[in-house]
């Protein structure tokens, strides 16, 4: 996947709480650690997220968003 943003961790679904429009979606990264982030119900059906995915966490200034 080739994107501008260049603040990318690799990572782990450990978690997706979906309501309404959104979808939290918690991120176990390598370094123990993990990332949150919040993002639409769609784009979790439309990357077809499931725990246990092998996922990257792409960081912007102002979001955090998911990249299978």
């Not at 990264?29 to 784009?43: E, H, N, R």
């Amino acid at each position: 996947m080739k994107i501008s943003a260049r603040n990318r961790l690799k990572g782990k679904v450990v978690s997706i709480e979906k309501d309404g429009l959104m979808a939290k979606v918690k991120v176990e990264i390598s370094v123990p650690a993990s990332v949150t982030s919040i993002i639409t119900k769609d784009a979790t059906e439309d990357l077809n997220l499931k725990v246990g995915d092998q996922v990257e966490a792409i960081i912007k200034s102002t979001e955090v968003m998911i990249g299978k």
